[in-house]
């Protein structure tokens, strides 16, 4: 091992955060590998490939010493975040014994370069420092880092930034999703982990180490603070250790304090960014009993210096740092000038650094709370109401409740299985439920994504004149009801036997019998979609029965699937995916044929539809084909002689037209200057895609639009529908991100295997109307609101205004028809519950 360790200016060529000058991931990584045999200091994991191929790093800083021992300091760190069965004595020996385990992330949000390229230069002063500050960091603390938390957009960013250099164009965004499917809502996948980066993270933080503290360094708007750092403001969500709340102030005080110790002014803390946030990594790790915090630096133009007149420096649109003047979270404000991406680098070098040294500082207090946080957590689920949450082996889509329990595992929740039947609150549970119990030291994440959740509707979240104030992001994110799981909370159970388990267990699939009239498929089952997909990939028959369909020992509901095939390949499917093909006793009457349909979706540029990456990664998933349409694909016409069916993602009608935008975007982003790409990546489908839309439908194309989107098709197809909700106050209706209850016609195509009793996921979405005329029988109702008691989880302003009202409609127009998704179905890939609403659209 060497005992010189390169510095990063001499393995890059230059000073990381030096203007217009941005390390690519893959020097980056050659860097870290590199130290890794220059010091006896650091430790490089390769977590495995991203979603495109490149690696995701982990490293490790620590002493020598340290790192010998890590394995036994990462039991003893484990022993701690579950102290179940541990006496005092025995946890006071193990706080003696262990290191603070601290994690931090880097530019999880690609565009947010400043983390990345930080971390070379972090890790350079730890290994290569010593004086007593570092020898106490690498002496107490394990640092735990991911130097890239998106390899794939790292490069997407550095080498379109790299491609405009030098050019009017120099400094913008990516006119794409800086993720192959996600973007910016990559830290919006922490609870359902769908990407492999996510898991990663998960095994990280939720179950191979726990640390007792992560942050992660983001950017924000250009305008306003110069930093944020800890605590968050209010409002407060429930169910995280006091502790927690109390850590963030306490580490962000010592961020802040540093910073200004340093000299940089513009910093600000208890603002802006509120407590109750989205499940991103930052905000769930609470739940998880660490002390989950963000920074966020304001932006230059990726590596290009931005200038900033004083009179340009504001407030928060929220309020909570009501103008740009001092006060007690912001005594020192920037007086404006040059920005430059050297600036966020040593704001977040010396934010990161004052979290390892209170760490280091106060290494058995930090173990101590970290005892405690799980102790009094499990102290709080076994004496609190409910004492459990039950998955009934009985479900609508028993698979997806599997993936659910699978999920839970993932975020290291312990969930039991009876192992026979058992009494709770009244109720029979068979043998194969599983049990959440809430003395556990996860007992406020199992609340939070289990349990109802109400947001609060208070003087943190109302304005001066009463109008509500936007959530950070979803007012909820009850994960079971985004599955369409049913969760019974239970307040007393009579032992039945259960055995905790360390993996799902999904129904056993087969084809139990043969038939000469084919075999059945539940619809009810998400799963049953992809098989069918299969079936027709390789010419094979499949029919859609419009009635129950009776097979051995039972009914299925209306819209079961009717398939003839090699029973070989049948029951390599079924084992596969965990499905029965049902022998048939006799021919299904009135079964319709289904046809693969050839599916087109549209993705713009002007940044990002985060919608339609996760639309194209769901149908890859349950193995729908679709072709990508660009505008192009919509000007040129014929559209009908290549597709059947097109979707339009949740989006505005200007960005998708591309009329308008300036327009729109001030009206509803005024805050965030419009981007301005090169001419190629301003698009729209203008006049002429409007039109070959409206010719597409007219000779029997489908077009699927979802939430926002709807407006194009009502406005341009000229529908006789209309949105109650346009133009409507905010104090008079509000619904941000929250579950309303809906009803749905099972016996409709377009909602076979649906529950007629269900959960949506209600988002700035419209209400129809069907307006009177004489084609009112060309109209269908899918999916409508009931009277009342519409809110299940989130926020809900003026229930009234959806009562009876349409939530998806479908509408004869020429040959073809729209069907009308007003709320998300698939969003974020989270609500299963709502997928075959989407998917039934997608057969013919």
Aim: aromatic share 10%.
């Amino acid at each position: 091992m060497s005992n010189v360790v390169t510095p990063p200016e001499e393995f890059f060529g230059f000073r990381l955060g030096s203007d217009r000058k941005i390390a690519r991931w893959d020097r980056i990584v050659a860097y870290f590998r590199l130290l890794e045999t220059q010091s006896d200091r650091i430790k490089v994991v390769e977590m495995g490939p991203s979603t495109e191929g490149n690696p995701f790093l982990l490293v490790i800083i620590s002493s020598a010493d340290n790192l010998r021992n890590l394995e036994r300091l990462r039991e003893v760190n484990l022993r701690l975040s579950d102290p179940r069965g541990l006496t005092e004595e025995e946890a006071e020996a193990l706080i003696r014994e262990g290191r603070a385990v601290i994690c931090q992330s880097m530019s999880l949000h690609a565009t947010e370069i400043g983390g990345t390229q930080m971390a070379p230069e972090l890790a350079y002063d730890l290994l290569t420092g010593t004086d007593e500050e570092v020898r106490r960091i690498l002496e107490n603390v394990v640092f735990l880092m991911v130097p890239c938390f998106n390899p794939d957009g790292q490069i997407m960013v550095a080498d379109w930034y790299n491609r405009w250099l030098g050019t009017e164009y120099e400094g913008c965004g990516l006119p794409w999703l800086y993720h192959k499917y996600v973007g910016h809502d990559n830290n919006r996948d922490a609870f359902q982990t769908n990407m492999v980066e996510s898991r990663y993270m998960a095994s990280i933080l939720f179950r191979d180490w726990i640390p007792q503290a992560y942050i992660d360094h983001h950017h924000m708007g250009s305008y306003g603070a110069r930093f944020y750092v800890p605590p968050y403001c209010e409002p407060i969500h429930p169910h995280a250790d006091p502790l927690i709340w109390r850590e963030h102030s306490w580490y962000g005080a010592h961020m802040a304090y540093k910073l200004e110790e340093a000299g940089k002014t513009g910093v600000l803390n208890a603002a802006q960014y509120l407590a109750w946030g989205h499940l991103g990594f930052h905000w769930i790790t609470g739940y998880h009993n660490v002390a989950g915090m963000l920074t966020e630096s304001a932006s230059a133009r990726l590596a290009t210096p931005l200038y900033i007149h004083p009179g340009q420096l504001r407030g928060d649109r929220r309020g909570t740092l009501a103008s740009y003047d001092p006060q007690t979270n912001f005594p020192h404000p920037w007086p404006g000038g040059w920005w430059r991406l050297r600036d966020i680098v040593e704001q977040q070098k010396i934010a990161a650094w004052a979290a390892l040294d209170l760490a280091a500082r106060h290494r058995e207090t930090v173990l101590r709370n970290a005892y405690l946080k799980a102790r009094r957590q499990t102290e709080r689920g076994e004496r609190g109401r409910p004492a459990a949450y039950v998955i009934p082996r009985e479900q609508h889509d028993p698979l997806t409740a599997a993936k659910l329990v699978e999920k839970l595992l993932v975020q290291g929740i312990e969930v039991h299985r009876a192992r026979e039947a058992f009494t709770a609150d009244g109720v029979r549970y068979p043998a194969g439920s599983h049990v959440v119990f809430l003395a556990q030291p996860k007992s406020g994440l199992v609340r939070t994504l289990l349990g109802r959740t109400l947001y609060p509707d208070n003087a943190w979240t109302r304005a001066r004149d009463g109008s509500p104030l936007r959530p950070q992001d979803t007012a909820t994110d009850t994960m079971a009801e985004f599955m369409g799981v049913r969760v019974d909370p239970i307040d007393g159970y009579a032992d039945g036997g259960f055995e905790k388990i360390t993996e799902a267990r999904f129904p056993g699939g087969g084809v139990p019998g043969a038939s000469d009239h084919g075999y059945a498929l539940d619809p009810r089952l998400n799963d049953s979609y992809t098989a069918v997909n299969r079936l027709l990939a390789v010419g094979a028959e499949v029919w859609r029965a419009p009635d129950e369909t009776e097979v051995g020992g039972g009914r299925l509901p209306p819209g079961a699937f009717i398939v003839r095939g090699e029973p070989g390949f049948l029951k390599e499917i079924a084992e596969e995916l965990h499905l029965v093909f049902h022998p048939l006793p006799g021919e299904v009457e009135g079964r319709r044929p289904v046809r693969r349909l050839r599916v087109g979706m549209y993705q713009r540029y002007w940044g990002e539809n985060i919608d339609e990456g996760w639309t194209r990664w769901l149908l890859e998933q349950f193995e729908f084909p679709y072709v990508t349409l660009r505008d192009d694909d919509f000007k040129k016409g014929g559209l009908r002689d290549r597709l059947d069916v097109v979707i339009l993602p949740d989006d505005p009608v200007p960005l998708i037209t591309g009329e308008g935008v300036e327009e729109w975007w001030q009206e509803h982003r005024p805050w965030w200057p419009l981007p301005v790409y090169p001419p190629e990546y301003r698009s729209g489908i203008g006049e002429e895609g409007v039109e070959a839309l409206k010719r597409f439908v007219g000779e029997g194309g489908v077009l699927v639009c979802f939430n926002s989107a709807c407006e194009l098709a009502v406005e341009k197809l000229g529908l006789k529908v209309r949105n109650v909700l346009a133009d409507v106050p905010s104090k008079e209706f509000f619904c941000p991100g929250s579950t309303l209850r809906a009803r749905v016609e099972v016996r409709h195509p377009l909602g076979y295997g649906m529950p007629e009793e269900s959960l949506i996921f209600f988002w700035d979405s419209p209400a129809f109307e069907i307006l009177p005329s004489g084609f009112n029988d060309r109209y269908e109702v899918v999916v409508s609101y009931p009277d009342g008691d519409l809110l299940q989880s989130g926020w809900l302003i003026g229930e009234e205004k959806l009562r009876r009202r349409a939530a998806m409609v479908a509408a004869r127009h020429g040959e073809g028809r729209a069907i009308l998704i007003g709320f998300r179905a698939q969003h974020r890939a989270q609500t299963h519950g709502t997928y075959k609403l989407l998917f039934n659209s997608l057969l013919g």
